[in-house]
């Protein structure tokens, strides 16, 4: 399965700007594997110094964006989770510069933040690969859209891509 294979009935037009960004030629778990892996490569190269550096006032610091990763592909996984096992039940949305705001960043160290995300993705992989055809399929509402299984994957991948944009843009090493 590739994008190509969604239908923009599937999620949110608010993140069609992630799908379009996931190749259209590679497979959802090639996308998974690569958005992961450019994202771990430009991550491990960032010297300690600048892990609390922001291009911009009020904008999240390397290690705050990084947080923000972990903490989202959390919450869709979740969401891919319920949803893959049938569960109808509304989900609702989550405020993301809250969740940065109650991360305690000061004592973490930036690797082990590294590590984590690698973990999460590995987790996210496993979820994914464990579930049918069918079950990618089943759509329920998330933060009051229609959301496909399949399509909360391809989120995923998009956003990793976005945010490895982000960096090698805006955060330049």
């Given amino acids: 399965m590739t994008v190509t294979d969604l239908s923009s009935t599937e999620y949110g037009e608010f993140y069609s700007n ?34 609390d550096y922001a291009y911009a006032p009020g904008k999240w610091t390397i290690k705050q964006s ?12 979740y969401r891919i989770l319920r949803l893959g096992r049938r569960d109808a039940t509304p989900l609702a949305g989550f405020e993301q510069d809250a969740y940065v705001l109650q991360a305690n960043l ?3 160290p930036f690797e082990r933040m590294i ?5 999460i993705r590995k987790s996210t992989i496993a979820l994914v ?25 391809f989120i995923i991948c998009g956003h ?8 090698r843009e805006r955060y330049a090493l």
């Avoid at 590590?115 to 973990?119: I, V």
Wanted: glycine share 6%; proline share 3%; aromatic share 8%.
């Fill in 18 to 51: 992630y799908i379009q960004l996931v190749p259209p030629t590679i497979s959802l778990r090639t996308a998974l594997d690569d958005s992961g892996a450019l994202l771990i490569d430009y991550l491990s190269n960032v010297p300690d110094e600048r892990v």
């Fill in 66 to 77: 990084l947080q923000h990763l972990i903490d989202s592909e959390r919450v869709f996984a």
């Fill in 106 to 108: 000061s004592n973490r």
């Fill in 115 to 119: 590590e984590e995300f690698r973990g």
């Fill in 129 to 153: 690969s464990g579930l049918s055809a069918e079950d990618l399929q089943f759509s329920g509402m998330v933060s009051g859209h229609s959301m496909s299984c399949r399509a909360m994957a």
């Fill in 160 to 167: 990793t891509y976005h945010h490895d944009l982000l960096y």
